[in-house]
């Protein structure tokens, strides 16, 4: 009777070890994904493109936490990164308004300019991977509204950060 007791022992603890590692093994799956079911970043055919967009991405997301000294130095990156693709001028030279903005709101104003720049580099470039969302704020720059680029569809504003966090709406999928 105890071998039988000892069996189902060990038993129930195997199961409880497979079951374990079971939801282990799926939760470390789920590490590479991003909120809104996106698989991974986007990623351009140009590797340059994508490494400036990722540059963008740090600073839109230093404008959403209200850091201006994360934002400055993202910004300075940016526009190095633009330096390496072909037509970017007024890009590169709006992303060096943004980085020598003295204050947030400097930067977010230099921010909704240099967007637009990015948006139209975005479109003329190719996807290899991923979704970029624009997005868009009515109520930013003074309520003449600013757009935005974005990795996930949840809205999360860089021109008003924790203020108004939520404001604004997808406009545009760009796959």
Avoid at 101 to 107: F, G, P, R, T, V
Avoid at 121 to 132: D, F, N, R
Wanted: charged residues 20%; proline residues 2%; positive net charge.
């Amino acid at each position: 009777m105890k071998n039988v007791m000892r069996k189902k022992a060990v038993l129930m603890m195997a199961l409880a070890f497979a079951t374990f590692g079971a939801l282990a093994q799926h939760d470390h799956a789920g590490h590479g994904k991003q909120s809104g079911g996106q698989q991974m970043d986007p990623m351009f055919k140009d590797e340059a493109m994508s490494k400036a967009y990722g540059h963008y991405i740090h600073l839109k997301e230093a404008l959403v936490a209200s850091h201006p000294d994360e934002a400055k130095g993202a910004a300075d990156k940016l526009q190095k990164s633009l330096a390496s693709l072909g037509n970017t001028k007024s890009a590169q030279a709006e992303a060096g308004k943004v980085a020598s903005a003295s204050i947030l709101d400097e930067q977010r104003k230099a921010f909704a300019v240099l967007s637009n720049e990015m948006t139209t580099l975005v479109k003329a470039s190719t996807l290899s991977m991923g979704e970029i969302y624009l997005e868009y704020c009515p109520m930013a720059n003074g309520n003449t509204g600013a757009f935005w680029l974005s990795n996930e569809k949840e809205i999360k504003n860089p021109y008003f950060g924790d203020k108004m966090l939520k404001c604004g709406s997808v406009k545009e999928t760009i796959n």
